[in-house]
């Protein structure tokens, strides 16, 4: 079975399927994140109705707790929480990266403290594909190191030579049949870095591959930047992951430039907090302003949430402090991304990206939030 298949090119912009033992992934994709083997608020059932092809995992929570004993045991991760679909699992890297304090960055590897309890571990290039094999996930990433912003050219450029290592022992380590193994391109702000790493990491012909280093505080000039240099110099035949990023702005410049997939805690994290996307852009649903308002959500919106409850009653469940409310803004939200990968699908398929792309910024206005909306 052909891993990915590109169906059709509209310039930039790309349409493909990845195929898994676990179904077909249809692209360009958005990712919602199941860091500990669950979307927050979430049930499987609640993805499957809404044709969630893939979520992803993470191996470094996934490690910690509840442990490779009981994922063994369980037979799994896809057994484990009960999703019958693709899982992607990041190699845990970033979780590592940003304890600093608490960890120590060698060739050989990473020695950190786990942080919720001080233990002492150790992972290798090696030790996170058997992780990632005994989780049984469909598509696995190298673990990399994640230079943070701002870093120097000597420091992000010795950086991407023990990525670049690690990419080897990992390809070398992984034998699993039916789990791609995707390389990391990372590098920094920097253009020659970024080169680099793309020439280095596409000598090794992995299955897919990812831009890695972005959203760490550098800003979206800086994302876009690197997605700029990147993404349209990226194997054609192989799937384009940019990781961690995944608004809906940023989502439309990406594909633009040949992005497939996305994840992003950001569409959860704020319908946590009470805000959620619409047709012409965020809501804070929270506001005094809507205590009598009996329009769904988003009117324009077909999800459970905002065909059978309005922004009035959801106010109420927060001002309540019922978790019914975060369950029908995260279920919303997660329904909105989804609508809209399809609907930037269906544009690259009938040859009118821009089209749609303007169509959808008419009415979609980007607000900023205050840190109480993202924490």
Known sequence: MEFFKLDHKYKLARAGRINTLHGTIETPVFMPVGTQATVKIMTPEDMERMGIGVILGNTYHLYLRPGLDIMMKAGGLHKFMGW???????????????????RKITRDGVRFKAHFDGTEHFFTPEKVVEIQNILGSDIMMCLDECPPYPSTHDYVSNSLD???EWAKRAKAA??????????IIQGGTYRDL????????????????????????EGKDLIYQAVDWCAPFMPQDKPRYLMGVGTPEDIWY???????????????????????????????????EYKDDFTPMDPSCSCYACTNFTRAYIRHLFNVHEILGMRLTTLHNIHFMINLMAKIRKAILNDCYEAEKERFFETYRFSELAEDDIK
């Open 84 to 102: 019958k679909r693709a899982i992607l699992t990041d190699s845990g890297g970033f979780q590592v990266f940003s304890l600093k304090e608490l």
């Open 174 to 183: 992984h034998k699993k049949e039916g789990q791609h193994l995707f390389g």
């Open 254 to 288: 990406s594909v633009e430039k040949g992005i497939d997939m996305f994840d992003c805690v950001f569409p959860t994290r704020i319908a946590r907090n009470g805000t959620v996307y619409s047709a012409q852009g965020m809501v804070k649903i929270r506001n005094a």
């Open 194 to 217: 970024r080169e680099k790493a793309m020439d280095e990491m596409v000598k090794l012909d992995f299955p897919g591959y990812s831009i890695g280093g972005v959203s760490v505080g």
């Open 162 to 164: 023990t990525t670049i």
